[in-house]
């Protein structure tokens, strides 16, 4: 059974540093994309990056690009965001997916952990 | 970016009925429109890829079709366990783009 597991969330000041993590099981970590998407309180879904099965590829959503840092361990299928200069429009609940097909990154999210919740406030 | 507009945004309806949710692209996107599920305390379910392909699991009453700017997500006999938040994805081109949502509701 394909698990994610996300942690790291919490409560950070404006201008300071968080960093996620995902923890997958239950198939081939180095085998698939990975991707971050997040949802602000009561508003719909935002992709936020994306990661190919290698780490060698990344893609970011313009909001982020240069604050946000999208990687992962395969040795320890793991998943991680690091966002820096964190504002307060990135408040919301951060999930990782699992893309479909094994080898590519452009494609859909076929499995989504539960989130973890980043509030950005002084 | 390719804008995902949803519609309706809520829709009320009674079990064994049957309903449509609605996703409008800004340009083309073939075929490539993701259908996902969210319901509170449970991950988010991927139902439909691909415009018309069920993910292995959803139940066939889930339907979708429509390409290019149009698509239409149709559940038919509606189950009690079928009352949620609904988002379409478009995946043909990066930044990938959601709707806006619709909540399907008791009624």
């Known amino acids: 059974e394909v698990q994610l597991v996300e942690s790291g969330g919490g409560l950070v000041q404006p201008g300071r540093s968080l960093k996620l993590s995902c923890a997958a099981s239950g198939f081939t970590f180095s085998n698939y994309g990975m991707h971050w998407i997040r949802q602000a309180p009561t508003k719909g879904l935002e992709w936020v990056a994306s990661?190919?099965?290698?780490?060698?590829?990344?893609y970011y959503r313009d909001s982020v690009k240069g604050r946000f840092t999208i990687s992962r361990d395969n040795a320890k299928s793991t998943l991680y965001l690091q966002m820096d200069s964190l504002r307060s429009e990135d408040t919301a609940t951060y999930y990782c997916a699992r893309g479909y097909y094994p080898g590519i990154t452009g494609d859909w999210f076929a499995y989504w952990g539960q989130g973890t919740l980043v509030t950005v406030s002084s | 970016d390719v804008q995902m507009t949803q519609s309706p945004s809520n829709l009320a309806a009674s079990p064994g009925e049957s309903v449509s949710i609605n996703c409008k692209a800004s340009?083309?996107?073939?075929?490539?429109l993701a259908w996902y599920q969210q319901k509170p305390g449970k991950a988010n379910k991927l139902l439909i890829y691909?415009?018309?392909t069920l993910q292995s699991g959803t139940p066939s009453r889930f339907s979708g079709s429509g390409s290019g700017t149009d698509f239409t997500l149709t559940i038919r006999n509606l189950e009690p366990e079928d009352f949620g938040l609904y988002y379409c994805q478009q995946h043909n081109e990066y930044p990938w783009t959601f709707g806006g949502g619709t909540k399907l509701e008791l009624k």
């Open positions: 691909s415009g018309s």
């Open positions: 990661i190919s099965p290698s780490g060698g590829s990344t």
């Open positions: 340009k083309s996107i073939s075929k490539y």
